[in-house]
């Protein structure tokens, strides 16, 4: 079976400071990996995406994820934090039929 | 650049009565998603559609819920009786054909609420 785990629930970052946010996942074979970010009331955006190849994948907005397939891992990574990047932030693993399956989200408060 | 669209943003219906959701997927996409999100949980697949046919369907997706493609840009996801354990944001996602690598599209969600 196929699962996502974002430990952090809540993180509260200073404006300028770095993120990193955590997501380990469960797949039996090469799995797709995605980040998704969701503003209130919007739906949700792709940040980036890991299919093969490179395991430093950089996506939109100045995030950056890095693929480590020995822990089972694929965490995201901001060096510097804008006030607009509070947020909820999803982690999801799937396979070439893109059921996929999600974390239960990350929400990143940002304090000036 | 092309959206996923999905209305109502809010439909607020009583319990037992029948609920559709539309969604119009980007033009040239040809596989097509409903996920939802119950407030607090995790986003959850619901079914995949392709070629006028349910691709996969979870255990969620029970003889209440239906998907039709009635024409060439409407992807509808139907709740016969809704419960109220059915009140979530549910999100429309398309992906185009012959792309393996290209990600799901989501839309801007459908917010049920069943009183």
């Known amino acids: 079976a196929q699962s996502v785990t974002q430990p952090d629930i809540h993180i509260t970052v200073s404006e300028g400071a770095s993120l990193e946010l955590r997501c380990n996942y469960s797949?039996?074979?090469?799995?797709?990996l995605f980040w998704y970010v969701q503003s209130p009331g919007q739906g949700l955006q792709l940040l980036l995406k890991?299919?093969?190849?490179?395991?430093l994948v950089q996506g939109i907005k100045g995030f950056e994820a890095e693929f480590k397939r020995s822990q089972s891992s694929f965490n995201l990574r901001k060096p510097s934090v804008h006030w607009s990047d509070a947020a909820e932030y999803f982690c999801?693993?799937?396979?070439?039929?893109?059921?996929?399956?999600f974390g239960a989200g990350t929400t990143v408060t940002v304090r000036a | 650049e092309p959206e996923v669209t999905q209305t109502p943003s809010h439909q607020v219906t009583q319990m037992g009565q029948e609920v559709i959701l539309r969604c119009v997927p980007i033009?040239?996409?040809?596989?097509f998603y409903w996920y939802r999100q119950i407030l607090g949980q995790k986003v959850e697949f619901l079914v995949s559609?392709?070629?006028?046919?349910?691709?996969?369907k979870s255990e969620i997706f029970d003889d209440q819920f239906s998907v039709e493609r009635p024409d060439g840009s409407n992807f509808t996801l139907k709740i016969r009786s809704t419960k109220l354990e059915d009140s979530a944001m549910y999100f429309c996602?398309?992906?185009?054909?012959?792309?393996?690598?290209?990600?799901?599209?989501f839309g801007n969600g459908t917010r049920l609420t069943v009183t």
């Open positions: 797949y039996g074979a090469t799995p797709y």
């Open positions: 890991y299919f093969s190849g490179d395991t």
């Open positions: 996602a398309s992906k185009p054909p012959g792309q393996p690598h290209s990600p799901l599209h």
């Open positions: 559609f392709y070629n006028n046919e349910i691709s996969e």
């Open positions: 033009s040239n996409h040809l596989y």
């Open positions: 999801a693993v799937g396979g070439t039929d893109y059921k996929l399956s």
